[in-house]
């Protein structure tokens, strides 16, 4: 077990960490992310209050439909990654990190109360449900066994308030953080333990700990708030202006708008990239050097991948060495071995997308 933003979760169960992961890529494995902060948001003005924040276009969700997004500054930095969905009940729904739990919170409550002071009609409510998340290619066929929906109408980021294994009021969500197919499961907390226990009473389901979590995302070119992207990187240089919705590129509308938005299109001085390397596993602060032996970068997140059997990594480098394919040089234990820019993800995703 660690500590971690105030809480205490496992880093593996009775499985190793490698184990874990090959089963969350072969079968499904059920993580507890109890520790994110969920928020609702209400009101007419609700999206307004939110696009005030975010980078995307929250208007154009259609109903029970989300979008991974991200807080900004005014600088244009990262302040934390999130999913917006619209509930179809009338509300935002919103999940973000449990490390940046106090300063998301503030932003969103002080932006509820200088847009209620204008006489917009919005309200924000933290919630205190638990969060499960059910990943692997198995997870639909395990999860279909308790809920009356028929999971086949849930696409990739699609949501629906339903009952699961008789526990009722639990919002699935189509989505994860491992690459693979899966569900995110908002269940009263009072109930968390009885839903994870019908989950596990099927042998294709086992627990996953942090460990798992962080080679799966990793393999999968999924940033970690606070490693690979934070308030000193801007969504173009982090390789994430794919979250910035057209109609807030063209009005310009959003915090960091003025520094974004040309970094478009005069390419950002530096970019995250996928790096595969040889030798001993990498690690974040791991220099990153240019063939000649320069230091150009540094790595933010790495690991050995249990699924290529090589080791993978991201980091960040100047845009001229940022195309995949580029030989470069990282730095372990004052040793110099060859690494090789490479396109992410490492391992390909399996997202349960309607065709």
Known sequence: MVAFAGWSLPVQYRDS??????????????????????????????????????????????????????????????????????????????????????????????????????????????????????????????????????????????????????????????????????VEISVPAAEAVHLAAALLKNPEVKLAGLAARDSLRLEAGLCLYGNDIDEHTTPVEGSLSWTLGK????????????????????????????????????RAQSPILSPEGTVIGAVTSGCPSPCLKKNVAMGYVPYEYSRPGTPLLVEVRRKQQPAVVSKMPFVSTNYYILK
Request: proline residues 3%; neutral net charge.
């Open 17 to 182: 960490h490698v184990n874990s992961h090959l089963h969350t890529r072969q079968h499904c494995s059920l993580f507890d992310v109890s520790h994110m902060l969920q928020t609702k948001i209400f009101g007419c003005d609700r999206v307004k209050l939110m696009e005030s924040l975010v980078v995307g276009d929250i208007a154009e969700l259609k109903p029970n439909q989300g979008t991974l997004s991200l807080f900004t500054n005014e600088a244009g930095g990262i302040l934390d990654d999130l999913i917006v969905t619209s509930a179809s009940e009338g509300h935002l729904y919103v999940v973000s990190n449990a490390g940046c739990r106090e300063k998301d919170l503030t932003l969103m409550q002080d932006k509820v109360r200088e847009l209620q002071n204008k006489g917009s009609d919005v309200a924000l409510e933290v919630m205190d449900n638990a969060l499960l998340a059910l990943q692997g290619p198995t997870a639909a066929q395990v999860l279909q066994a308790g809920v009356a929906d028929d999971l086949r109408k849930l696409p990739f980021m699609t949501s629906a308030v339903m009952e699961v294994f008789g526990v009722s009021g639990c919002r699935v969500t189509r989505c994860g953080y491992t690459g693979e197919d899966g």
């Open 247 to 282: 109609r807030r590129r063209a009005a310009m509308d959003f915090p960091g708008a003025s520094v974004i938005v040309p970094q478009l299109k005069s390419k950002a001085q530096r970019r995250r990239v996928g790096l595969m390397c040889d030798g001993a596993p990498v």
